[in-house]
């Protein structure tokens, strides 16, 4: 698989200014190594040459070829004939958990922000009553709806069309959750060893399908503040991939949202190398103050696009419904690969969703101003206790995804966890290793709980800064349990 390729343009924006202290060579170096290891530049990378980065930093030959070096020396860099200069990682740094981690048993008093959904809705009552009292129409059959309940996939295919991307019921299939409809999607798309392009930070509960797999992964960043289209679609191009996993609609870690120009730039480069599209929509509901429209569906864009989206972020995910939105053509593949993994979501759940679709498709204003409430007040707390914390206000979505001083994410965490406080550090949400720098904090609780949880950060942040946290340094606890949102 070719590697993809940074441009040396691309690469003096990211590296910035010089630094006035110290030797210029090591001030480039500093600044890679730091884009490489917060996952900014994806492992695997082929970097500039020396020449062009020369020319497009304005300093010496000497300069940027001793940069390089040290790179090298520290294992940040590796030579590949043929492909020039790529990124790397040193030994024993790359480090992927199966997901986000949550004890069947929290402690008592502890704040949890490793879940980054919501309590249910106002009305749940009333729609399992009304589920109830629709189920005789369905208790004569064996139960198992493979493609769904009938109404519930109408429901949902008018959403998609209302939405800009006409559907019928026939493109529709319900799932037991979006992590089942993902998977469903990998396992009828791929074969094993074949390449998938991913974001980085990214949704982390696709790894373990992908390792069963043997799949490889050509990654690319994704920015705090977006992302980099013109890398995405040079790597769309190199890496010769038979999907590409994305997540344009409030991201999730970062909230970002993909405009329809950016969506139709990726799309026309997913079309020249017939690479499908698998989305996550399971956030896309979540608008908090964006302004304007919402842009069309990534499938709207690309015609080789499956959708997946869930209930468990706009309604509750106490209730397991998913779906997958595929043009007729990828479904005899997709029914194939379903029926090892889910051969039917639960009726009764799917009434119950179809009751609060037909009240609101998406989440309601009370809820949408709850989150924005908590949002504000979470944001507020960190500027004021955590000042050298970086994050940018994302307009929709239900999580912060926080930028540290310095790659310490798993001992802040730890640290935290000793303080009742736990969240998920950013290394799990790495494609391709790094990101040791970020942590996740979503904005689901109450302003108070918030605001305590961020008393609890900045203890945990002062520990690793004194030095404190020193027993913590190089270790993981065991896994907290099964995987989460």
Same mark, same amino acid.
């Given at each position: 698989?070719?590697?993809?390729?940074?441009?040396?343009?691309?690469?003096?924006?990211?590296?910035?200014?010089?630094?006035?202290?110290?030797?210029?060579?090591?001030?480039?170096?500093?600044?890679?190594?730091?884009?490489?290891?917060?996952?900014?530049?994806?492992?695997?990378?082929?970097?500039?040459?020396? /020449?062009?980065?020369?020319?497009?930093? &304005?300093?010496?030959?000497? !300069?940027?070829?001793?940069?390089?070096?040290?790179?090298?020396?520290?294992?940040?860099? !590796?030579?590949?004939? &043929? +492909?020039?200069?790529?990124?790397?990682?040193?030994?024993?740094?790359?480090?992927?958990?199966?997901?986000?981690?949550?004890?069947?048993?929290?402690?008592?008093?502890?704040?949890?922000?490793?879940?980054?959904?919501?309590?249910?809705?106002?009305?749940?009552?009333?729609? *399992?009553?009304?589920?109830?009292?629709?189920?005789?129409?369905?208790?004569?059959?064996?139960?198992?709806?493979?493609?769904?309940?009938?109404?519930?996939?109408?429901?949902?295919?008018? %959403?998609? !069309?209302?939405?800009?991307?006409?559907?019928?019921?026939?493109?529709?299939?319900?799932?037991?959750?979006?992590?089942?409809?993902?998977?469903?999607?990998?396992?009828?798309?791929?074969?094993?060893?074949?390449?998938?392009?991913?974001?980085?930070?990214?949704?982390?509960?696709?790894?373990?399908?992908? /390792?069963?797999?043997?799949?490889? @992964?050509?990654? $690319?960043?994704?920015?705090?503040?977006?992302?980099?289209?013109?890398?995405?679609?040079?790597?769309?191009?190199?890496?010769?991939?038979?999907?590409?996993?994305?997540? #344009?609609?409030?991201?999730?870690?970062?909230?970002?949202?993909? +405009?329809?120009?950016?969506?139709?730039?990726?799309?026309?480069?997913?079309?020249?190398?017939? !690479?499908?599209?698998?989305?996550?929509?399971?956030?896309?509901?979540?608008?908090?103050?964006?302004?304007?429209?919402?842009?069309? #569906?990534?499938?709207? %864009?690309?015609?080789?696009?499956?959708? $997946?989206?869930?209930?468990?972020?706009?309604?509750?995910?106490?209730?397991?419904?998913?779906?997958?939105?595929?043009?007729?053509?990828?479904?005899?593949?997709?029914? *194939?690969?379903?029926?090892?993994?889910?051969?039917?979501?639960?009726? @009764?759940?799917?009434?119950?969703?179809?009751?609060?679709?037909?009240?609101?498709?998406?989440?309601?204003?009370?809820?949408? *101003?709850?989150?924005?409430?908590?949002?504000?007040?979470?944001?507020?707390?960190?500027?004021?206790?955590?000042?050298?914390?970086?994050?940018?206000?994302?307009?929709?979505?239900?999580?912060?995804?926080?930028?540290?001083?310095? #790659?310490?994410?798993?001992?802040?965490?730890?640290?935290?966890?000793?303080?009742?406080?736990?969240?998920?550090? &950013?290394?799990?949400?790495?494609?391709?290793?790094?990101?040791?720098?970020? @942590?996740?904090?979503?904005?689901?609780?109450?302003?108070?709980?918030?605001?305590?949880?961020?008393?609890?950060?900045?203890?945990?942040?002062?520990?690793?800064?004194?030095? +404190?946290?020193?027993?913590?340094?190089?270790?993981?606890?065991?896994?907290?349990?099964?995987?989460?949102?």
């Amino acid at each position: 698989m070719p590697a993809p390729v940074l441009s040396a343009v691309r690469a003096a924006d990211l590296i910035g200014p010089a630094r006035r202290e110290g030797p210029a060579y090591q001030g480039v170096a500093d600044a890679l190594r730091l884009l490489i290891a917060d996952g900014r530049i994806a492992v695997g990378t082929r970097l500039p040459s020396e /020449r062009d980065l020369t020319a497009a930093l &304005g300093l010496s030959r000497t !300069t940027v070829s001793s940069a390089y070096a040290v790179l090298r020396d520290r294992g940040y860099l !590796t030579s590949r004939r &043929g +492909s020039g200069s790529v990124a790397s990682l040193p030994a024993g740094v790359v480090r992927r958990d199966t997901g986000l981690h949550l004890s069947p048993h929290v402690p008592e008093g502890a704040i949890d922000l490793t879940c980054a959904a919501q309590r249910a809705p106002a009305g749940m009552t009333q729609a *399992a009553e009304a589920a109830i009292a629709a189920s005789p129409d369905y208790l004569s059959g064996s139960g198992y709806h493979v493609d769904g309940v009938p109404e519930l996939r109408r429901a949902i295919a008018d %959403h998609y !069309t209302e939405r800009g991307l006409p559907t019928s019921a026939d493109e529709v299939l319900v799932t037991t959750g979006a992590v089942v409809g993902t998977a469903i999607a990998a396992r009828a798309l791929l074969s094993a060893g074949d390449t998938v392009v991913m974001e980085t930070p990214t949704y982390p509960n696709i790894f373990p399908t992908l /390792r069963q797999l043997r799949a490889r @992964i050509a990654a $690319v960043p994704v920015e705090p503040t977006g992302w980099d289209v013109p890398t995405m679609t040079s790597t769309i191009r190199a890496a010769g991939a038979r999907a590409a996993f994305l997540l #344009p609609d409030f991201h999730n870690p970062t909230g970002n949202l993909m +405009s329809d120009e950016q969506r139709a730039e990726v799309a026309q480069a997913l079309r020249h190398t017939r !690479t499908t599209a698998i989305v996550d929509e399971t956030v896309v509901e979540i608008a908090l103050d964006h302004d304007g429209p919402m842009p069309l #569906p990534f499938g709207a %864009h690309h015609h080789d696009t499956v959708s $997946v989206g869930s209930a468990s972020k706009s309604h509750w995910g106490g209730l397991r419904i998913g779906w997958i939105r595929a043009p007729q053509h990828l479904h005899e593949r997709l029914h *194939a690969a379903r029926v090892p993994l889910d051969i039917g979501a639960p009726v @009764i759940d799917q009434l119950v969703l179809l009751h609060l679709m037909r009240a609101a498709p998406g989440i309601t204003q009370e809820r949408r *101003a709850l989150l924005v409430e908590s949002r504000d007040a979470l944001v507020t707390a960190l500027r004021t206790r955590c000042p050298g914390l970086r994050f940018v206000v994302p307009r929709g979505g239900l999580s912060l995804w926080v930028e540290l001083p310095k #790659p310490v994410a798993l001992e802040v965490t730890l640290a935290a966890e000793d303080e009742g406080l736990l969240f998920a550090d &950013g290394p799990r949400f790495a494609a391709a290793g790094g990101l040791d720098r970020w @942590i996740r904090l979503p904005y689901v609780l109450g302003p108070d709980e918030l605001t305590e949880a961020v008393e609890r950060l900045a203890r945990a942040l002062a520990t690793v800064a004194d030095g +404190s946290s020193a027993r913590h340094r190089g270790t993981r606890r065991p896994p907290r349990g099964p995987l989460v949102a």
